[in-house]
């Protein structure tokens, strides 16, 4: 099953994810499928840049987006 989540990269007390569709029985980091786009928690503008009408179309394929990743789609217009 596929799932549309956030890989966490950069350093310490500085998150910076990758919104990502993996496998869900993989970890966060391991077998991407498609990157969709970066967000940035502690930017003050806005802080997601990913391309939701890709994410529309792993939606409609069967794929799970996580709680953070659903609430950004739905926070964000198109």
């Known amino acids: 099953m596929l ?7 950069g350093r310490k007390k500085r ?3 990758r919104i ?4 869900s029985a993989k970890g966060r980091g391991g077998n991407i ?8 928690p502690k930017r ?3 802080a997601a840049d990913f391309d939701r009408d890709r994410a ?3 939606v409609s394929k069967g794929a799970h ?5 659903r609430s950004l789609l739905k926070q964000t217009p198109s």
Do not use: F, M, Q
């Open 56 to 58: 529309r179309y792993w």
């Open 20 to 23: 990502v569709v993996s496998d």
């Open 65 to 69: 987006p996580s709680d953070t990743v």
């Open 15 to 17: 998150p910076h994810y």
């Open 44 to 46: 003050k503008e806005t």
């Open 33 to 40: 499928v498609e990157s969709l786009g970066t967000y940035e």
């Open 3 to 9: 799932i549309i989540r956030l890989a966490r990269l």
